[in-house]
Structures are given as C-alpha cells and as structure tokens.
C-alpha cells in the first residue's frame, strides 16, 4: 500500500507544481499582452510620424524654396531606410487640382468616405498614408483594407476633396 500513497503523493506534488506554473504563466501572459498594446500603439506613432517627415521632405521643395538651400538628407537616415524598405523611392511631386467651386452643392458619400473626410478635417495640413488612415478609423490593417481605403482616397482626389501629394501620400485641400 505504500506504493500507491507514494504515488498519489507524487500526482499532488505535481498537480501542485502544474498549478503554480499556471498562475505564474498566465501574469506573464498578461503582462506580454499589456507590452505588446503598447509597441502597437508606438509603433502606429512612429509610423505616422514618419509618414509627415516624409510627406515634409518631398512637399518642402515645392514650396518656393531654391533646391540648393534645402537640406539634403544622406541615404541613411530613417526616413531613407524606411521608405527603402518599403519600396517607395522616387516619390513624385504634388498635383495640383482647381478648387470645387463654393457654389457646388454637397454630395452625400458613403460610410467610408465621410469617416475619410472628417479624419482629413481632423489632421489639417498633414500628409497621411492610407494605412494612417486606416489605423486612425479602427479599420483592419491588411492589404484589402487598405487597399479599399487608398481606392477611397484616389476617387476624393478625382473629386478634389484631398490632394495627393507624392507617391502614396495624401493630404487635406
């Protein structure tokens, strides 16, 4: 009999042991959840931040000042490597669209595009990426999402409600 008590000893003792991990492994878990929110959420920052230096760099020449007194950036500065890796190089410079006349009337969009044009209203004179957009909006972030919102954002600059302003880069009119 002292075998089997030795053994129900041995299942408590592990049973125990399993219990303890448990509590330890889900505060762990907890706690990676809590880390993981908050580089998200940098990371969306830092994404959005890069998208108006961006948006900075290719707007600045076309704002009247002589390209010679501009600052040049070398090939290894953030804004450089990123857009490398993103595959975004040579962005284009803006376009220019004829303002809609005041007297044009209102037309009603849907869902999408009024939630597009009050987040425009919102940033101002800031140039923004559809995926800014999208995470801006609460929207998925994969590539039919944004692809959906970047179709959205070309039929605004059609309708000059935005302006595009370089490669991938919108801004408000």
């Known amino acids: 009999m002292v075998p089997a008590s030795r053994a129900v000893h041995n299942i408590e003792v592990t049973a125990e042991s399993l219990q303890e991990d448990l509590s330890r492994l889900e505060l762990q878990k907890q706690a990676l959840e809590r880390e993981l929110a908050a580089v998200v959420a940098h990371l969306a ?3 959005r931040a890069l998208g108006a230096l961006e948006g900075m ?7 009247g000042a002589p390209a010679d007194t501009l600052p040049t950036a070398s090939p290894t500065t953030s804004a450089d490597i990123a857009r ?8 284009k410079g803006p376009t220019t669209r004829a ?13 999408l ?19 800014d957009v ?11 999402s ?8 070309d039929r605004l600059v059609g309708a ?5 302003t370089g490669r991938g880069l919108y801004r408000a009119l």
């Open 45 to 47: 920052t830092v994404q």
């Open 57 to 63: 760099l290719t707007a600045a020449p076309q704002e």
């Open 84 to 91: 490398t890796a993103r595959g975004t190089g040579g962005e």
């Open 99 to 111: 303002a809609r006349p005041k007297s044009a009337p209102e037309r009603t969009y849907g869902r």
């Open 113 to 131: 595009t009024e939630q597009i044009l009050d987040y425009f209203a919102k940033v101002g004179d800031t140039d923004v990426r559809a995926r």
């Open 134 to 144: 999208a995470v801006a909006l609460g929207r998925a972030t994969d590539s039919g």
């Open 146 to 153: 944004i692809n959906a919102i970047r179709s959205t954002l």
């Open 160 to 164: 000059s409600r935005i302006r595009r």
